[in-house]
């Protein structure tokens, strides 16, 4: 019977020429995706294709009742409250089973967190084994964590190893020469000594990058899609024609207030013309009080633009004197933080950064429910009668044109 297996799986290598690539002996594409043929003609969501998602729902109490309502035997619909495919994500984003579980993750990870302070705590004086503080750690963190219904061991596993790859430098740093100030980012020091120029920092930031989107926006734009009328800054092709036109007019309004302050002077000195000069002097100073009005509208008019102009350099330029004394207040603040202080602000690292780890893989375990969701969503939705109906009635509206034309 050995042999008779050893000769099969010899063949069967023979029939591959011997090529051990492990798609040629395992097939890992996934399974056909269902259709249901009565669901595609007359409406209606498959229940078992629900079901099959169970594992999913069960993590979310609550979650499929909101979703699905009874239809007929064997098919569901989609709830009254979601109209369009967006409400569908609209609701996992206010869905309060979905908030609940990655709630019951938080409180346990705060959880696991106090029962190991003792231990982290220790780290400099007693000296223990990365290899070992790793292994103790993921053991009892995994038993928490699959205690609850969305990670199961091997993703419970995987999130913890990613997060202690994160910190593993921290950590051994720590057992060799205790709680450091160096090992806190440039801009946690700033928030725990200096928040009020991490804010600045920030909010100048925030201001400039919305100040840029709208210029980008503009610029971006078609040369028929861009008015005035519509948005407050300017393209900058329209900009610099209408800023060559101001530039123009004050050349034109430079040359006659010239003129007419040559022509002032000739009557303050008694000139024989002298009133012909009056006739003319007036005839300028109405000319250039006219290019004024003219230059003050047309500068109006870009008024707005200029302004936003000068408070994005503004924010530009603070934003370059922060950074620029960044380093010397962080080196500053570094002074002043006790290894106590230290220990405080690493240690609350540490804890923020396991709970993104295990909340990265929550978020996707959701997302990949959301989107088998908007998969059945675009399956079933639209049906054969509904195709079938839009056309009779874009089918009317074309012969109603036609005859309205004098078509029959």
Known sequence: MAKSKVINEHNNLENEEFNFNIRRFVDNAPPPEPQDVHAHLQGGIPENEVKALNDYFNCYAGLESKLFEPLKPNYLKFSDSIAHKEDIKKLFDESSAIKNAFAQYNQAIGEWWQQQLPLLEQLPEQKTSVFDLYHTFSATLTEKLIALPILEEFKSRGSFAAYWNSITNDIKSVDASGWNAELIPDDEILQSQFPEVLKELKDNEARRDELQAKFDEVNEM???????????????????????????????????????????????????????????????????????????????????????????????????????????????????????????????????????????????????????????????????QNILGDRQTQTELFDAYLLELGYE
């Not at 101001?246 to 003129?259: H, N, P, S, V």
């Open 222 to 384: 078609e040369d028929d899609v861009w008015n005035e009328e519509d948005y407050e800054v300017w393209r900058s092709k329209e900009l610099k024609e209408h800023k060559d036109s101001i530039k123009e007019l004050k050349g034109e309004r430079k040359e006659a207030d010239k003129e007419y302050k040559l022509l002032l002077k000739r009557i303050k000195a008694g000139a024989v013309d002298s009133a012909q000069l009056k006739v003319e002097s007036e005839k300028l100073r109405a000319e250039v009080e006219r290019l004024d009005a003219q230059i003050e509208e047309l500068e109006s008019r870009i008024a707005k633009h200029s302004e936003l102009e000068e408070e994005l350099k503004m924010c530009k330029r603070k934003i370059k004197e922060i950074k620029d004394r960044k380093q010397a207040l962080v080196d500053q603040a570094r002074l002043l933080i006790s290894p106590e202080e230290a220990k405080e602000l690493i240690m609350q690292r540490w804890l923020r950064t396991l709970q993104q780890n295990v909340n990265d893989y929550l978020q996707a375990h959701q997302r990949q429910l959301l989107q088998a969701i908007e998969n059945v969503w675009e399956k079933y939705t639209t049906t054969l």
